[in-house]
């Protein structure tokens, strides 16, 4: 029965940080629709992605040591807090943000912790 926590510890951080980072790139898909040039239209697929390659990155960090996707993960999801506030103040407040907050914050705070208890396990 540990065996399988084990498995499950290791395993669910890093499958879920993959379905996180596929999603954050297909939500990127939305600068086709803004009729940019193909230059403007790439520049904008960069700009937008760029949140998924630093959680990419953080998450080749993070298969060996837990720890980073841990600190990574949470901080990604304060960020994005604090990026929707800012948004909040400097535009007005719509109810929605807190549903953004509430599924792209709290999935990272989700994957995150799992990465730290996965190494607070390991670490014993």
């Known amino acids: 029965m540990e065996k399988k926590i084990g498995k499950f510890l290791y395993w669910t951080p890093r499958i879920l940080s993959i379905i996180f980072i596929l999603s954050l790139l297909l939500?990127?898909?939305d600068v086709f629709a803004e009729g940019l040039s193909f230059w403007e239209t790439a520049l904008g697929l960069f700009m937008h992605n760029i949140p998924a390659?630093?959680?990419?990155?953080?998450?080749?960090?993070?298969?060996?040591?837990?720890?980073?996707?841990?600190?990574?993960?949470?901080?990604?999801?304060?960020?994005?807090?604090?990026?929707?506030?800012?948004?909040?103040i400097t535009t007005s407040f719509e109810w929605y943000y807190l549903l953004w907050a509430?599924?792209?914050?709290?999935?990272?705070?989700?994957?995150?912790?799992?990465?730290?208890v996965n190494w607070f396990k390991k670490k014993k």
């Open 102 to 116: 509430i599924q792209v914050s709290g999935i990272a705070f989700f994957i995150g912790i799992l990465f730290l």
């Open 27 to 29: 939500l990127s898909l």
């Open 53 to 88: 390659l630093v959680l990419l990155i953080a998450l080749l960090i993070s298969w060996k040591y837990e720890i980073v996707g841990g600190i990574v993960f949470i901080l990604a999801g304060i960020f994005y807090i604090a990026w929707l506030l800012m948004t909040a």
